[in-house]
Antibody, heavy 117, light 110 residues
Framework: EVQLVESGGGLVQPGGSLRLSCAASGYTFRNYWMSWVRQAPGKGLEWVANIKEDGSEKYYVDSVKGRFTISRDNAKNSLYLQMNSLRAEDTAVYYC??????????WGQGTLVTVSS | QSVLTQPPSVSAAPGQKVTISCSGS????????VSWFQQLPGTAPKLLIYDNYKRPSGIPDRFSGSKSGTSATLGITGLQTGDEADYYCGVWDSSLSAGVFGGGTKLTVL
């Protein structure tokens, strides 16, 4: 069974940093692209970033370019999102998702990031 | 303002059929594969449709997807109260080099 478990969320002040992790199990992690998707309270889904199987390609939504970095460790079956210079508008539940056949076919339960002073 | 346009809400009676539209452009829906997601209250999104019309294993055939030009449609037949949820379309945008989602459609089963 595919399982994705996010961690690392919490309360952080504006301008601060946070590193999210996603632990994958139940499949061969190194064979799949992975994505981060976020959802602000009461709002819709927003795609954040994705990364190729070997980490050689990464893409970001414009609003996080230069501030967020997606990475992965295939030996540890883990996906990461380093978030710097956080803003109030980054407050959201962050989901990691496995990408397959042009879609995110499995999602974690999400981790809440709150940016507030 | 989302790149993909969905109606904010739709409603229908139990047992009836409903369709949800998703309108985009040539840089996203027109040249890439559309997926659809269901998000029940308080839960993570769940993949319903991928590659425009394909259903993952376990998704009943009451759910269907189609695409024409720069628009896509999700159809749900035999509506059940358990289908009340938010539905999102998603696709890769080749011009943005980024994934994009519609704003979401809230389905109410009256």
């Amino acid at each position: 069974e595919v399982q994705l478990v996010e961690s690392g969320g919490g309360l952080v002040q504006p301008g601060g940093s946070l590193r999210l992790s996603c632990a994958a199990s139940g499949y061969t992690f190194r064979n799949y692209w992975m994505s981060w998707v976020r959802q602000a309270p009461g709002k819709g889904l927003e795609w954040v970033a994705n990364i190729k199987e070997d980490g050689s390609e990464k893409y970001y939504v414009d609003s996080v370019k230069g501030r967020f970095t997606i990475s992965r460790d295939n030996a540890k079956n883990s996906l990461y999102l380093q978030m710097n210079s956080l803003r109030a508008e980054d407050t959201a539940v962050y989901y990691c998702a496995r990408d397959h056949d042009h879609a995110s076919d499995h999602w974690g339960q999400g981790t809440l990031v709150t940016v507030s002073s | 303002q989302s790149v993909l346009t969905q109606p904010p809400s739709v409603s229908a009676a139990p047992g009836q059929k409903v369709t949800i539209s998703c309108s985009g452009s040539s840089s996203n829906i027109g040249n890439n594969y559309v997926s659809w997601f269901q998000q029940l209250p308080g839960t993570a999104p769940k993949l319903l449709i991928y590659d425009n019309y394909k259903r993952p294993s376990g998704i009943p055939d009451r759910f269907s997807g189609s695409k024409s030009g720069t628009s896509a449609t999700l159809g749900i037949t035999g509506l059940q109260t358990g289908d009340e949820a938010d539905y999102y379309c998603g696709v890769w945008d080749s011009s943005l080099s980024a994934g994009v989602f519609g704003g979401g459609t809230k389905l109410t089963v009256l």
